[in-house]
């Protein structure tokens, strides 16, 4: 399995940015997905999650901003991220359990500032 996560940048506060997670070697539909930040110095921490029957939940830091969708045609995963803010800078990465293993992408930086 992997993950091509990708769409970071840096953004003012207030902006927009659309995260996008691409796997391989197996299907998002299928299995628990995950969008997790983490910051220096700090636990990496789950933002928002979904599962093969497309629920889906986010941090209550990201609720109201942030949302997780996918599609399984493209089978990518995305985190949509609007109203962002400068603690929401970090770096972002995509998480997949297949078969009770964990996947990780490569991470990708969002840096908030003006």
């Known amino acids: 399995v992997q993950l091509q996560a990708s769409g970071g940048g840096l953004v003012q506060p207030g902006g927009s940015l659309r995260l996008s997670c691409a796997a391989s070697g197996t299907a998002f539909r299928r299995n628990f997905g995950a969008w997790f930040r983490q910051t220096p110095g700090k636990q990496r921490e789950m933002v928002a999650s979904?599962?093969?029957?497309?629920?889906?939940n986010v941090a209550d830091s990201v609720k109201g901003r942030f949302a997780i969708a996918r599609d399984n045609a493209k089978n990518t995963m995305y985190l949509q991220m609007n109203s962002l803010k400068p603690e929401d800078t970090a770096i972002y990465y995509c998480y997949i359990v297949v078969d009770g293993r964990q996947s990780w992408g490569q991470g990708t930086q969002v840096t908030v500032s003006s």
């Open positions: 979904i599962t093969s029957g497309g629920a889906t």
